[in-house]
């Protein structure tokens, strides 16, 4: 048998080959994915995705306009990719946040900062958040996410705090405005221009443990940080 031919039969064998060959595809494949999410961020940060187009991705990207299709079957699905990503980084980082916290007050700073640092450097960050507002509130509240997450923070404050007292819709509406608090936050400081993150997460927990009097007048409430 000659020596190429025993060479494909111990490749058939073996499967090594095989196993060499998708583990290449498997590579370029994620490479790929990873140019295209950068360059619809880049767009998505430019023009916003009402304006973009597929092309603009692509175009961005270098990559194919055959591979896109073969990744995302639209320009909205790199959005919720990107965004889907971006909510399970927050998950990760507030959860940690929250866990290495003592008391409630402690907890919600901690959980508010670590969101704010996460956030607010982002390049390219205030642009994407301000030109497509309206797509990112429309995906938060109802992603599979989002609810994880919400539960999330439901199990560590009620740790911290009797909230097992309150009625379920209670229980829902505390936890469901302690989450948009923070996103509102993102917005009015893109908005702003003001990223003061340490002030933001400072505000929004006096406002929730010691009410809004204490928020404007915060001589009047302890900040343990």
């Not at 990107?82 to 959980?111: N, Q």
Request: avoid cysteine; hydrophobic fraction near 45%; charged fraction near 25%.
């Amino acid at each position: 048998m000659a020596p190429r031919m025993v060479q494909q039969v111990r490749r058939a064998s073996t499967g090594k080959g095989a196993y060499a060959l998708s583990e290449k595809r498997e590579t370029t494949r994620a490479q790929n994915r990873e140019k295209i999410e950068a360059a619809a961020w880049t767009i998505f940060s430019t023009i916003g995705l009402d304006a973009a187009s597929v092309r603009d991705i692509v175009a961005e990207s270098q990559v194919s306009p055959g591979s896109f299709y073969n990744y995302y079957g639209s320009k909205e699905a790199v959005f919720d990719e990107i965004v889907d990503r971006l909510i399970r980084r927050i998950r990760e980082e507030t959860a940690a946040a929250r866990a290495g916290a003592g008391d409630f007050e402690v907890m919600l700073f901690e959980a508010y900062l670590a969101f704010m640092n996460l956030i607010l450097p982002m390049k390219g960050g205030a642009a994407f958040f301000e030109l497509n507002q309206h797509h990112i509130r429309s995906r938060l509240f109802g992603a599979t996410q989002i609810e994880a997450m919400l539960l999330d923070i439901e199990t560590d404050v009620g740790e911290r705090i009797e909230i097992d007292r309150l009625s379920p819709i209670k229980r829902h509406i505390l936890i469901s405005v302690l989450f948009a608090s923070g996103t509102e936050a993102i917005f009015a400081a893109f908005r702003s221009g003001v990223y003061d993150a340490g002030d933001l997460a400072g505000f929004l927990t006096r406002l929730f443990t010691h009410g809004i009097v204490s928020a404007v007048h915060p001589d009047l409430a302890k900040l343990h940080e």
